[in-house]
Every structure is written in C-alpha cells, then in structure tokens.
C-alpha cells in the first residue's frame, strides 16, 4: 500500500481559459448601450482632469435642453461624496449618485446599477459622469455614445502628451477654462495641435465654461 | 492604477477554472497583455505576487505575453501605428493611417486576456 510516488500520480496540463477580464467590462457597457438605445436615450460620458469643469459643462447643458423641451438626467461618479450629484439635482433633472470607493474610475457595471435608479421612459439624453482622471476610465467603457474629454489650460500644456490614450478613444476633445489661459502662461494651441496629432477624427472645442463660450460648438458636435 | 483590482478578479476567475479541474496547483498563467490598455506590467506583477501568497497559485509563475495594438483604415490598410517620437516608453494610440492618413480605427490591442494555465492534476 506504499504511495507509488507523488508525481506519478499527478500530471501537468495547459487548460485554455481565454478570458478577458475588460472585454467582461466592455460586454456589459454594450448591454447599457443597447438598454438606452431601447429606450430612445442618447449618452454621453464626460471624463477628465479633476476639477476640469465636466460638471458645469453638464450643468450648462442640461439647462439648455430644458430650455429645448428635452428631458435629461445625469449620473455623478466620485470617489466619495454627493457634490456633483447635489449640482445636478439643484437643476431640477432627475440624478443618481455613484461613489467609487476605492476604485479611480466608473465601470460598466456600476453604471449599469445606477440605470435602475433613473425613470429612463422619460428621458431623452443621459450624461455620465466619470471619476476625475485621465488614465483609468480608458480601460473601462461605460456604454455611452460618445465619450467627451475635458481639460483645462490650468494642468498645463502637456497634459495630452502626457495622456495620449484617453485622447485616442474619445470623441469630442473640450480644452476648458481657455479665460484663464494668458494667466497660466499656457497657449491652448499646444493642447489643441497635439489632441489633433493623436485623434485626428475627434472634435475640438476650446471653452470658457463659466461664461458659455465654445458651448454652441459642443451642442452641434454632440447633436444636442 | 486599477492592476490590484483587476487582478484580483483575474485571480477569482483562475481559481474557480482550477477547480474545475481538480486541480491541486497551479504552475504557470499565461496573460496577454494589449499596449493600448492602461495596465502596467510592473504594478500587475507586483499585484499577482500579493494575490496570489496563499492559494493555488502560490508560487506560480506569471508570464506576460504583450500583444502589440492595431489599426484598420478604409484604404486596405491593416497594422501598427506609425511610431511616435515623443514617448519612447508608451505606446501613443496615433490614429492616422501611416498609408493614406486618413483617419484609422484601433482594432487590437485592448486585451487582459487570461489565455492559458498550466495546471497539476490527478492522473488517472
Ligand atoms: N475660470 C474658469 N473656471 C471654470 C471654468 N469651468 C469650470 N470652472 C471652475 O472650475 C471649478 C471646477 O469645476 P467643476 O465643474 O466642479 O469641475 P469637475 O471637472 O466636475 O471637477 P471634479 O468632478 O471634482 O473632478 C469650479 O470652480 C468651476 O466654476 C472655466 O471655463 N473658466
Ligand atoms: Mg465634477
Ligand atoms: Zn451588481
Ligand atoms: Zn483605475
Ligand atoms: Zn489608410
């Protein structure tokens, strides 16, 4: 009854597992596309530097549609802390809040559960937006339509070179807070010329936030 | 800065496939790794080294295969992207088409893929 030796009994074998933890993500951002597709929605997902001003650049928009007749909601991603979904809901539109925790960045799941929470029968656009940061979200799609990257001339003139990828896999490009560019000593050309090298399919759009300038621009490039 | 948390779901995902199997140890995982996606190889080393300090893949060996990313443009042309001179040690998705430049799509070069493992299992 002696043990015939442990190796004889126990082989080494390649088991093919072929699976794909972002294409999980990307598969369930489809599934959230195709949820607002049902229901007439378009989406739109804001990401960026922090404090860039994606949120009063939604704010701004979701007052023009008002204006407009549409009906828009918005959903508010942050580490922690209800800020952003505060400002939404001050604008009267339907909101949802979703705290990351320890994660930097919105997944196509999170937003998924966040969906549940909207009355998506009487919506017509959707904004999204993401955790401040210009590397993570790249990974991790969330199901819009199209994807806005919002800078500002304050993070310097190197910020597109220094994050090339979200650039490339975004849409629309919003070069913020263009007032205060002679301030910062920046040139917003520099950011404009490289974003352009990188994607040259993307739509540009130099903006002063606070004061609405560039917002005309963004409307038509999001066909609001 | 997500390699811990993507990791960990890689690590879940290993372990159930193992068990699948009767697997008593898991020897080698084979990871294809994309260059458009933002997943540090170091940082994702380090993470499955942690990861992996008490279960059945203690002691196991993480190969990193890189998987160079694509570009299709509607000239026919199917590739690598023109090299960019500024980041000598990133890949910069450039989408103009090096043929026609015009404007490309990406088309590989995204994935995390789990591809194979190398597993101990009973012989009988
Ligand atoms: N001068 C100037 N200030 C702006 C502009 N756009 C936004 N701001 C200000 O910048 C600050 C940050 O704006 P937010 O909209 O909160 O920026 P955010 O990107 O949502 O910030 P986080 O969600 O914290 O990452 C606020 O004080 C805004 O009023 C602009 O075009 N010009
Ligand atoms: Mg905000
Ligand atoms: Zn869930
Ligand atoms: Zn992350
Ligand atoms: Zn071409």
Same mark, same amino acid.
């Given at each position: 009854?002696?043990?015939?030796?442990?190796? &004889?009994?126990?082989?080494?074998?390649?088991?093919?597992?072929?699976? +794909?933890?972002?294409?999980?993500?990307?598969?369930? %951002?489809?599934?959230?596309?195709?949820?607002?597709?049902?229901?007439? #929605?378009?989406?739109?997902?804001?990401?960026?530097?922090?404090?860039?001003?994606?949120?009063?650049?939604?704010?701004?928009?979701?007052?023009?549609?008002? &204006?407009?007749?549409?009906? =828009?909601?918005?959903?508010?991603?942050?580490?922690?802390? +209800?800020?952003?979904?505060?400002?939404?809901?001050?604008?009267?539109?339907?909101?949802?809040?979703?705290?990351?925790?320890?994660?930097?960045?919105?997944?196509?799941?999170?937003?998924?559960?966040?969906?549940? +929470?909207?009355?998506?029968?009487?919506?017509?656009?959707?904004?999204?937006?993401?955790?401040?940061?210009?590397?993570?979200?790249?990974?991790?799609?969330?199901?819009?339509?199209?994807?806005?990257?919002?800078?500002?001339?304050?993070?310097?003139?190197?910020?597109?070179?220094?994050?090339?990828?979200?650039? =490339?896999? &975004?849409?629309? #490009?919003?070069?913020?807070?263009?007032?205060?560019?002679?301030?910062?000593?920046?040139?917003?050309?520099?950011?404009?010329?490289?974003?352009?090298?990188?994607?040259?399919?993307?739509?540009?759009?130099?903006?002063? %936030?606070?004061?609405?300038?560039?917002?005309?621009?963004?409307?038509? %490039?999001?066909?609001? | 800065?997500?390699?811990?948390?993507?990791?960990?779901?890689?690590? @879940?995902?290993?372990?159930?496939?193992?068990?699948?199997?009767?697997?008593?140890?898991?020897?080698?995982?084979?990871?294809?790794?994309?260059?458009?996606?933002?997943?540090?190889? @170091?940082?994702?080393?380090?993470?499955?080294?942690?990861?992996?300090?008490?279960?059945?893949?203690?002691?196991?060996?993480?190969?990193?295969?890189?998987?160079?990313?694509?570009?299709?443009?509607?000239?026919?042309?199917?590739?690598?992207?023109?090299?960019?001179?500024?980041?000598?040690?990133?890949?910069?998705?450039?989408?103009?088409?090096?043929?026609?430049?015009?404007?490309?799509?990406?088309?590989?070069?995204? @994935?995390?893929?789990?591809?194979?493992?190398?597993?101990?299992?009973?012989?009988?």
């Amino acid at each position: 009854m002696g043990q015939a030796g442990f190796t &004889s009994m126990h082989k080494v074998v390649t088991v093919e597992m072929e699976k +794909d933890i972002l294409a999980e993500n990307r598969h369930l %951002a489809d599934h959230n596309r195709a949820l607002l597709d049902e229901h007439g #929605i378009k989406g739109f997902d804001f990401l960026g530097a922090i404090g860039s001003g994606k949120t009063l650049i939604i704010e701004k928009l979701v007052d023009r549609l008002k &204006s407009k007749g549409k009906r =828009a909601a918005a959903i508010a991603g942050d580490v922690s802390g +209800d800020d952003d979904y505060q400002r939404f809901v001050s604008h009267g539109i339907p909101a949802a809040n979703i705290n990351t925790g320890k994660e930097c960045h919105l997944d196509a799941h999170l937003v998924d559960h966040a969906l549940d +929470d909207l009355p998506l029968e009487d919506l017509d656009y959707l904004f999204i937006e993401n955790v401040g940061n210009l590397v993570c979200p790249v990974d991790f799609p969330v199901g819009s339509h199209a994807r806005v990257v919002v800078i500002s001339v304050t993070e310097g003139d190197d910020m597109v070179r220094k994050h090339p990828a979200i650039f =490339a896999f &975004s849409d629309v #490009i919003v070069i913020n807070k263009v007032d205060l560019a002679q301030a910062m000593e920046v040139d917003p050309r520099i950011l404009e010329r490289d974003a352009k090298r990188i994607n040259p399919g993307a739509k540009i759009i130099m903006m002063d %936030a606070r004061r609405g300038e560039g917002m005309d621009e963004l409307v038509s %490039a999001l066909g609001l | 800065m997500h390699e811990f948390s993507v990791m960990s779901q890689m690590i @879940e995902g290993i372990i159930e496939e193992s068990k699948k199997w009767n697997a008593t140890k898991v020897e080698e995982v084979i990871l294809e790794l994309g260059e458009f996606t933002m997943l540090g190889e @170091e940082q994702l080393r380090f993470a499955y080294e942690v990861l992996t300090k008490d279960n059945i893949l203690k002691g196991s060996k993480l190969t990193i295969v890189p998987v160079k990313g694509a570009i299709e443009c509607d000239c026919g042309f199917k590739g690598d992207m023109s090299p960019s001179e500024d980041t000598p040690h990133r890949s910069v998705p450039i989408l103009e088409c090096p043929k026609c430049g015009n404007l490309a799509r990406i088309v590989g070069g995204r @994935e995390c893929t789990v591809k194979n493992l190398r597993v101990v299992v009973p012989d009988v």
